[in-house]
């Protein structure tokens, strides 16, 4: 099992809530646009089927509504989520044709009052996925295997270097850590979901 990171500039729109009167704080702020899409190569040269992509993201709902879904700004090289660089929470995700959406709170915290700064300065943000998974060679692309466990999405620089972010090679990771990442709940979600895509002929 390979971690595995994916780069693309984030197409978003940004969504700004007034502040309290006499509160002292600011008003809080959205990001809303594209997380990933399906069945498409990616600049890391991988391909994310839909039914795969899109049965991670049923998962993936979960978490969201418990208000779990946070990402860091800049990516990590460990697959858990650490609640010192968090910048932001996503609160809402869906799927439209072949394409995954978020709406993103961007946090009142150190690295997310950096993403804050960053956004209202419109310098121009990626976004990028951080998933456990195999993935098997398909001629010039890697096609991602249904072991894929999405872990978050992460604020990250553009490369100025078209490609700069290319990186086939994944780090290898003990599968054992999905333990550590997700609750035995959350576990217990994953198989009904997975069950009820085979139902509904998703997968």
């Not at 001629?139 to 295997?145: C, I, L, P, Q, S």
């Not at 894929?148 to 003990?174: N, Q, Y």
Request: hydrophobic share 40%; aromatic share 6%.
């Amino acid at each position: 099992m390979k971690l595995l990171k994916e780069f693309k500039e984030f197409e978003y729109e940004v969504i700004k809530e007034e502040a309290i009167p006499g509160d002292g704080r600011l008003g809080k702020l959205f990001v809303k646009g594209v997380l990933q899409r399906a069945d498409t190569l990616n600049q890391n040269g991988r391909i994310y089927p839909k039914a795969i992509l899109f049965s991670q993201v049923d998962n993936y709902k979960k978490i969201v509504q418990e208000r779990r879904a946070t990402g860091e700004l800049d990516h990590a090289d460990d697959p858990v989520v650490n609640l010192k660089n968090v910048s932001h929470l996503i609160t809402d995700i869906w799927t439209e044709g072949l394409v995954v959406y978020g709406k993103i709170e961007i946090l009142p915290t150190p690295m997310g009052n950096i993403a804050r700064a960053l956004i209202e300065s419109n310098v121009k943000i990626g976004i990028s996925s951080r998933a456990l998974g195999s993935v098997r060679s398909s001629g010039e692309a890697d096609v991602v295997e249904d072991d894929l466990h999405l872990i978050c999405w992460d604020l990250v620089s553009e490369p100025s270097t078209p490609g700069a972010f290319m990186m086939r090679e994944a780090k290898e990771v003990d599968p054992r850590i999905l333990n550590r990442i997700f609750s035995k709940s959350d576990r217990i979600d994953r198989v009904a979901n997975e069950i009820l895509g085979i139902k509904k002929g998703r997968l």
